[in-house]
């Protein structure tokens, strides 16, 4: 015996027309490339900004020569710097970068 396949999956509940709109991927070919570039600047912002409160942290501790420190500080304002190129490119800006994680709010912190 087979059911229609929409029949069992949505029984006893109504379906709001534009609710699986919601839960599809938007694949337009123009937006392709820069949705996965928003991703990836997202990911490399988050361990910038996780790289930078280590760097911070360690330089209150004294962990670092003074060698160090300018290295890691040059490090990171390149990067900042190479981020707010690739963020310019495509047309992003750095709040774009935030990811709304719904209850647990935003993924970065808001300056």
């Known amino acids: 015996m087979t059911a229609a396949p929409d029949d069992d999956r949505h029984a006893g509940r109504a379906v709001e027309p534009h609710a699986s709109r ?19 600047l997202t990911v490399v912002e988050l361990l910038r900004q996780l790289m930078e409160r280590q760097a911070l942290r360690r330089f209150d501790e004294g962990d670092l020569s003074e060698e160090q420190e300018e290295r890691v500080g ?3 304002m390149l990067l900042e710097d190479r ?8 047309g992003l800006r750095p709040e774009d970068l935030n990811l709304d994680l719904g209850p647990l709010g935003p993924l970065l912190p808001r300056d």
Do not use: G, Q, S
């Open 83 to 90: 981020m707010a190129e690739l963020r310019d490119r495509y």
């Open 74 to 76: 040059l490090t990171l």
């Open 22 to 40: 919601h839960k599809r991927l938007d694949l337009e070919p123009d937006t392709v490339e820069r949705d996965l570039i928003k991703l990836v």
